[in-house]
């Protein structure tokens, strides 16, 4: 047998990244089983904070647009009666009922895409509890595994060389509720005791 192998630097570097992460996913399991109603509120804040008002502005106009496609086709359905009895001319007919079925059919485009996005931002409060469900399963994670690694992170984004401080930053980016800073919420935890003892 030779000498034993040196570890590389991408080795050392991988094995610190799992360690990094595998940190990151203890502080999470820590984070989410001691608390876990703030959790649900804070993760669901967190993804769903800058789309509430929006989705509620998506909900609404897309109840306009589905009542504005039920008025068209009432619309619609008139001016073949004003054509077909006289009120209404042949070329006056095109022309507005053409203008209408290209309204109708913009709005019903545009109608199913809100559809898209609402269920899409609705499925967001389905997945802290996804989660969590997933938190449950593993409340004594000892090493990182591969199955493991799987059900808890979707990326990890390192960012690029601080020129200053020669340290890059790593983000875990979990599944189901993207990123999510366990560390500093479990500190906020901790000084929100603090506040309350002192």
């Known amino acids: 047998m030779g000498p034993p192998k040196k570890r590389g630097r991408d080795s050392i570097r991988r094995v610190v990244l799992g360690e990094l992460v595998l940190r990151n996913l203890r502080e999470a399991i820590t984070y989410v089983s001691g608390h876990e109603e703030d959790f649900i509120r804070e993760a669901a804040d967190l993804s769903l904070r800058d789309h509430n008002r929006e989705l509620v502005g998506k909900k609404e106009a897309l109840t306009k647009a589905e009542k504005r496609i039920a008025e068209l086709d009432t619309i619609v359905k008139k001016l073949y009666e004003d054509n077909f009895n006289g009120k209404l001319t042949d070329e006056r007919f095109v022309k507005l009922s053409r203008d209408y079925e290209l309204e109708q059919s913009s709005l019903s485009a545009t109608a199913e895409a809100m559809r898209q996005d609402v269920k ?9 509890k996804s989660f969590i469900a997933t938190v449950k399963k593993y409340t004594d994670l000892r090493e990182l595994d591969a199955t493991a690694l799987r059900e808890f992170v979707d990326r990890i984004v390192i960012s690029a060389m601080d020129k200053t401080s020669k340290e890059r930053k790593i983000h875990t980016v979990y599944n189901f509720i993207g990123a999510f800073d366990f560390e500093e ?14």
Not at 120 to 128: G, H, I, S, Y
């Open 120 to 128: 899409r931002q609705e499925q967001k409060k389905n997945d802290v």
């Open 185 to 198: 919420a479990t500190q906020d935890k901790t000084n929100q005791k603090q506040q309350k003892t002192a």
